[in-house]
């Protein structure tokens, strides 16, 4: 049974600072890893997707990584600004079909002007 | 607005009342998912529809909840006699799968439940 943990739980950074989230899984038999973005009360938006077969995905100042065969995968935030404070969730697709969405209980972060 | 859309945003409702939410998917989507999702933790597979076919149920659909995909494009999902447990923000994602695809799962607002 698929795994799926965040560490940190929380975090609080100054305005500026480069950081990383971190999630790991327990089944590497993955057909894609997504990086979701929470603002509180609200619904998930999607930040990066990761297919199997790739390493890495970039968007603006975002870049996730996947290891598969170690289960980790990692979410780079560069210059961290006030507006990303929220909560971070990753999540494993299983590679059979119609399988849906393992999460981890997110990061929290909070970037402090 | 092409994106995913959820009605109630918010439901108040007494314990043992029946509620039901709505679901929208982005229209050219095949796959349509539920999650349940309660404070401080990741949402959770309820359950979900390729088209019009319910595929899979989580252990976490009770009898008590019932889901449908009439003519494979909005859902719904109908609670009977809630309960205090049931409180949490139901969430309804929708993805395009089709061999060799992304798979991208995109969500809804949620609607948040409140049972008292």
């Known amino acids: 049974k698929q795994e799926v943990t965040q560490i940190p739980a929380a975090l609080s950074v100054p305005e500026g600072e480069n950081l990383v989230l971190n999630c790991s899984f327990t089944?590497?038999?993955?057909?894609?890893l997504q990086w979701f973005r929470q603002d509180p009360g609200k619904g998930l938006t999607s930040l990066l997707l990761?297919?199997?077969?790739?390493r890495e995905q970039t968007s603006g100042r975002l870049n996730a990584s996947l290891d598969k065969s170690s289960g980790r995968s990692t979410l780079y935030i560069a210059a961290s600004q006030p507006g990303d404070s929220a909560t971070y969730l990753c999540?494993?697709?299983?590679?059979?079909?119609?399988?849906?969405?393992?999460f981890g209980k997110g990061t929290t972060l909070s970037v402090s002007s | 607005d092409t994106g995913v859309s959820q009605d109630p945003r918010h439901k108040i409702t007494k314990r043992g009342q029946n509620v039901t939410f709505r679901c929208d998917p982005i229209?050219?989507?095949?796959?349509l998912y539920w999650y349940r999702q309660t404070l401080g933790q990741g949402p959770e597979f309820l359950t979900y529809?390729?088209?019009?076919?319910?595929?899979?149920k989580s252990r976490l659909l009770s009898d008590r909840f019932s889901a449908e995909r009439p003519k494979g494009s909005f859902s719904t999902l109908e609670i009977q006699r809630t309960e205090q447990g049931d409180s949490a923000m139901y969430l309804c994602?929708?993805?395009?799968?089709?061999?060799?695809?992304?798979?991208?799962?995109?969500f809804g607002p949620g609607t948040r439940l409140t049972v008292l």
């Open positions: 994602a929708s993805s395009l799968e089709a061999s060799g695809g992304w798979y991208e799962q995109f």
């Open positions: 089944d590497s038999a993955i057909y894609n």
């Open positions: 990761i297919q199997s077969s790739q």
């Open positions: 999540a494993a697709k299983g590679d059979q079909a119609g399988t849906a969405l393992i």
């Open positions: 229209s050219e989507h095949n796959r």
């Open positions: 529809f390729q088209n019009e076919a319910q595929l899979e």
